[in-house]
Nanobody
Framework: QVQLVESGGGSVQAGGSLRLSCVAS????????MAWFRQAPGKEREGVAG???????????DSVKGRFTISQDNTNDNTNTLHLQMNSLKAEDTAMYYC???????????????????WGQGTQVTVSS
């Protein structure tokens, strides 16, 4: 089991920055991929950025490449913190952002929601133009 708690959302003007954090607690976190997803009203959930092996493997949606950076602070194999640094924010980045963790059999940074059975409660990001 993995528990995930996000923080850091808020409101910002276009061009600004926000840093999201997700505290993960559970077992064998080092063997799990972790990722950020987002969902805007009326739209499908989108994989934004994924990470595996503390950043040895990362993946980004084309819409955020060059603007968002995913990273991880490893405390131990039972607790770590995932971050999403978001720069040059656009109005279309407005969404609820969710942190997710995979099963302990990951081998890459996935961006498909099907690979992630554990989810946080979400944190809202609103970008005004």
């Amino acid at each position: 089991q993995v528990q995930l708690v996000e923080s850091g959302g808020g409101s910002v003007q276009a061009g600004g920055s926000l840093r999201l954090s997700c505290v993960a607690s559970g077992s064998v976190l080092s063997r799990r991929a972790m990722a950020w997803f987002r969902q805007a009203p009326g739209k499908e959930r989108e994989g934004v950025a994924g990470l595996y092996r503390s950043g040895d493997s990362t993946a980004y949606a084309d819409s955020v490449k060059g603007r968002f950076t995913i990273s991880q602070d490893n405390t131990n194999d039972n607790t770590n913190t995932l971050h999403l640094q978001m720069n040059s924010l656009k109005a279309e980045d407005t969404a609820m952002y969710y942190c997710a963790a995979s099963r302990a059999t990951a081998d890459e940074a996935y961006l498909s929601g099907d690979e992630y059975p554990y989810w946080g409660q979400g944190t809202q990001v609103t970008v005004s133009s």
